[in-house]
């Protein structure tokens, strides 16, 4: 088994083990960033080769670790948005439409997985279409986060 492998497979059950304990825990353990990073990575093969290629308009699912909250955008629909970063290389910006779906409260830190449209751009990308189709024109996505679905 390569050094590689054998890292992620710690990774996930480092993730797997504090996850265990909650964020409630007294100590408020968290895996190290880059083991969470290394975690969140695996499952994101899609992404990344969208990515590669510079597609776009692509549904995809995935999870990640927010690095960042942004300021909203409010002209037109309103969107939430933020960074997360799905592997040690590449970051994606969420643009997830709050006229359509609850706002996901979110902090710095938090791991989540979705399911959406990515669409390519030089610095890793965009997630939207992270919520319900209101029209039925779409195919739905979500964002899920601390055991709820947001759509």
């Not at 359509?100 to 989540?112: N, W």
């Not at 890793?124 to 319900?132: A, C, P, Q, R």
Request: net charge neutral; with cysteine.
């Amino acid at each position: 088994m390569s050094d590689y492998v054998k890292n992620i497979l710690l990774a996930l059950l480092l993730a797997l083990a504090l996850g265990a304990c909650g964020k409630s825990d007294a100590n408020n353990l968290q895996a190290p960033e880059s083991a969470r990073i290394e975690a969140a990575a695996v499952g994101n093969a899609e992404i990344e080769q969208a990515f590669k290629a510079k597609k776009s308009d692509v549904q995809v699912s995935g999870h990640g670790v927010v690095i960042k909250l942004l300021k909203d955008d409010n002209k037109g629909s309103r969107h939430q948005k933020f960074l997360v970063r799905i592997n040690a290389q590449q970051t994606l910006l969420f643009a997830h439409n709050i006229d359509l779906a609850p706002r996901v409260p979110l902090q710095a830190d938090d791991e989540i997985s979705f399911y959406g449209e990515y669409v390519y751009n030089p610095k890793g990308g965009i997630m939207h279409w992270t919520h319900h189709a209101p029209q039925g024109d779409h195919e739905a996505g979500w964002i899920m986060h601390n055991g709820q679905k947001y759509q």
